[in-house]
């Protein structure tokens, strides 16, 4: 079975710091996808940021970047200059060989001005 | 935008009723879920589809039905409501290079 970890449920952050999200996984699948996504209070569902299990380059969308390390199954979200507009839910999901998402049970993080 | 909408956004129902929920998607995508969303949960997959008439169960699909007779819309029915489906529930669809799943607005169903 497929699982998702995400150990911190609430964090804070300074605006214009930087923070570090968690998340772990655990899959008996050689490839697979991992993602990050947000949902700030408008409860829209928005995709952050991808990463495919083959590929060893870290991905890096504007001030978010993950830190992926695949033998240790895990997958933490790093937001660099937060913005009060950073203030979400963040969940971390994993996509195996089926076509199904497996979701954290998602980080609060709360941008303090 | 991947142009998926929700209907209705809000519904209060009583326990025992029937509910259905739909998924309209505009850009001909074959995957369609619906998920729902509790706190402590995080997102959890009720039912699934990858064609017209072509559904699977997900984690979660027991008192669930699901639908789908044309390629942009997605049924979800519940058939007779209860308090425990109380919940916030989710569409998506699938798309891009690396199989990412985008999703609707969402609907708020409470059951009294």
């Known amino acids: 079975a497929q699982t998702v970890t995400q150990s911190q449920p609430e964090m804070s952050v300074q605006e214009a710091e930087t923070v570090t999200l968690s998340c772990t996984y655990d899959t008996s699948e050689n490839n697979y996808y991992l993602f990050w996504y947000k949902q700030p209070p408008s409860r829209q569902m928005i995709l952050v940021i991808r990463?495919?299990?083959?590929?060893?380059q870290n991905a890096t969308e504007n001030r978010f970047s993950v830190n992926f390390q695949k033998a240790a199954k895990s997958f933490s979200l790093k937001i660099s200059d937060s913005q009060l507009g950073d203030t979400a839910m963040y969940f971390c999901?994993?996509?195996?060989?089926?076509?199904?998402?497996?979701f954290g049970t998602g980080t609060l993080l709360a941008v303090q001005p | 935008d991947a142009g998926i909408t929700q209907s209705p956004r809000h519904k209060v129902t009583e326990t025992g009723t029937p509910v259905t929920l739909r998924c309209h998607q505009t850009?001909?995508?074959?995957?369609m879920y619906w998920y729902r969303q509790d706190p402590g949960h995080g997102l959890r997959l009720i039912h699934y589809?990858?064609?017209?008439?072509?559904?699977d169960k997900g984690e979660v699909s027991d008192g669930y039905s699901v639908s789908r007779s044309k390629t942009e819309d997605f049924l979800l029915t519940l058939e007779s409501a209860t308090s425990s489906q109380t919940s916030v529930y989710f569409c998506a669809i699938k798309q891009g290079p690396d199989n990412e799943q985008f999703f609707g607005p969402g609907t708020r169903l409470t059951v009294l």
């Open positions: 850009e001909n995508h074959r995957y």
């Open positions: 589809s990858y064609g017209v008439k072509d559904t």
């Open positions: 999901a994993l996509k195996g060989a089926t076509n199904k998402l497996i």
């Open positions: 990463q495919e299990a083959y590929k060893q």
